[in-house]
């Protein structure tokens, strides 16, 4: 069986740079979960249809060649807030997570190019789609350091933003993700707690690469 490790928390809490970096680390294949979603969302967008309208979203989820999604000239659109707010929104519709769930199911089973583990990250991988991975960890940081990561990429990218729109905006989406009733964002009782609100993302990669190296070595 692949060694996986489950990489969760909410968004900007760095999970997405622990997860690429443990991949590169320990030579696993990585999949970054949220992409599905985004690929979802705008799927249902070009559709000209509402991503919180569950039968217009079910029906793009179902036709999604999540393979295609995941290729780099695709990404860069599924990184745009549109992106991300409509991502939030069909990810609460259990249609979409259930069509969702067999491509994440089979990357864990069976890694790309014959990789001997996976790394993923999301929201649910250490609770839903492979509650039995070897390591699990749950990265967050307070929605204010979050929000100030999130503020200066969007100002980089020269998006005209207050810092107290993203920090609103934040939160909102946080909610969401929390409260919806289907593989809500919380941690697996066995994950390892990770808080970024103090370091930076060399830092957070170093504590993930420790706690994933003493469980792999406990574990064999
Ligand atoms: O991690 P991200 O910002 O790319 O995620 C986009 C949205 O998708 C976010 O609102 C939560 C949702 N998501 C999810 O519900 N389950 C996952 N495994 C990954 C993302």
């Known amino acids: 069986m692949p060694t996986i490790i489950a990489i969760d928390g909410p968004s900007a809490s760095g999970k997405g740079t622990i997860a690429k970096k443990l991949a590169a680390h320990f030579d696993y294949a990585h999949l970054d979960t949220g992409l599905l979603y985004r690929a979802v969302g705008m799927a249902v ?16 989820a179902k036709a999604l060649d999540a393979a295609k999604a995941l290729t780099l000239s695709e990404e ?12 939030s929104k069909v990810a609460v519709i259990p249609g979409v997570r259930a069509a969702l769930l067999k491509f994440q199911k089979d990357f864990c089973q069976t ?5 001997a583990g996976a790394v993923l990250d999301g929201r649910d991988i250490g609770t839903v789609i492979a509650p039995d991975a070897k390591v699990k960890i749950f990265v967050t940081a307070s929605a204010e350091a979050r929000a100030e990561r999130r503020f200066k990429e969007l100002q980089e990218r020269g998006e005209n933003v207050t ?3 993203v920090l609103a905006d934040m939160k909102e989406r946080d909610a969401r993700d929390a409260k919806r009733t289907i593989a809500p964002t919380k941690p697996a009782p066995d994950a390892v707690i990770l808080d970024t609100t103090t370091i930076d993302a060399e830092q957070s990669f170093e504590a993930a690469a420790e706690i994933a190296g003493k469980k792999l070595a406990t574990d064999e």
């Open 45 to 60: 967008i070009r559709a000209g249809q509402d991503p919180s309208d569950a039968e217009a979203a079910e029906r793009e």
């Open 163 to 165: 810092y107290a729109a």
């Open 76 to 87: 860069s659109a599924l990184r745009t807030d549109q992106a991300s707010v409509a991502a």
């Open 111 to 115: 890694p790309p190019n014959g990789k």
